[in-house]
């Protein structure tokens, strides 16, 4: 299959789910986080996740990777429904997570990184041939060029480069979706731009981004979708020009607005 007929491929089946989430459920003992949460991640697209400190967001992201187990809801992946009962399974699927510490060694170099706990070859001799060759493949294929060596050790790299070895990592695997936790926290203005353009070339590859943001500027420059969560609900998921940013705000900071009203009512009579 030529490329292009790859990228019209891509282009035609964007608009249907690759991860969805319907009804989700989870506490922790007495803690109601998630109140059936309705969750879509289309192929193609960046879908940003936002929402105040504790309206459930890591909540909802370590449920989807397999760390924590969902009460109750469907989950589905590629049309399918189907059962994560931990990170390998989340793995499996296609789903990769960078979160915001990275989990980088500083004592490793670029591809040591990118295929650390996943090392090519056998115990007694490591195939450095070929993990060379596709972690350069890999960040010539998302058009990084910040990187002279792949051999450069990770502790003298900067904030950007460290989160583009990682986001790099993450797609190594032919993942089909890749959830960013925080990607340009603490990064400058020219290497948040350098990570944005990374995350937009994802999407532009086809994979299902979820990009996890407190900065607007940075949700409206990349997203295609913009999902808002309050106090452990859904109370907005909606295409990025259907929605103002000052209605992003209100609907952060109290489940409403006042073009779309009240979404965050508590469910069931659950309070």
């Known amino acids: 299959m030529s490329v292009p007929a790859l990228e019209q491929e891509v282009a035609v089946a964007s608009d249907q789910p690759l991860l969805s989430l319907r009804g989700i459920q989870k506490s922790f003992g007495a803690v109601h986080v998630l109140r059936g949460v309705d969750f879509d991640v289309r192929p193609g697209h960046v879908t940003a996740l936002v929402g105040d400190n504790g ?67 056998s115990s007694a001799r490591l195939d450095d041939t070929t993990m060379e060759l596709r972690a350069r493949e890999t960040l010539d294929g ?16 900067s904030g950007g480069q460290r989160q583009t ?4 990592r993450a797609v190594l695997w032919n993942s089909k979706v890749v959830i960013l936790d925080e990607p340009t926290a603490a990064l400058g203005v020219a290497q948040t731009e350098q990570v944005l353009l990374l995350v937009r070339r994802l999407a532009d590859r086809g994979l299902g981004v979820v990009l996890i943001s407190h900065n607007l500027n940075d949700v409206f420059e990349v997203a295609d979708d913009i999902a808002v969560l309050y106090l452990g609900q859904m109370v907005a998921q909606v ?28 469910s069931n009579g659950e309070i």
Request: aromatic share 4%.
């Open 165 to 168: 070895v990682a986001i790099a």
């Open 239 to 266: 295409r990025k020009d259907e929605v103002t940013r000052g209605e992003v705000v209100e609907l952060i900071t109290t489940g409403t607005s006042e073009k779309r009203g009240s979404s965050a009512a508590p």
């Open 142 to 157: 998302l058009s990084v060029r910040t990187l002279k060596s792949v051999r450069t050790p990770v502790a003298s790299l």
């Open 55 to 121: 309206a459930g967001k890591s909540t909802l992201i370590k449920g989807i990777a397999g760390i924590h187990a969902f009460d109750e809801g469907d989950y589905s992946f590629d049309g399918q429904p189907v059962k994560v009962h931990g990170p390998k399974d989340a793995n499996h699927l296609g789903i990769e997570v960078v979160y915001q510490d990275l989990a980088l060694c500083d004592n490793l170099d670029v591809v040591d990184n990118m295929f650390l706990g996943r090392e090519l070859g």
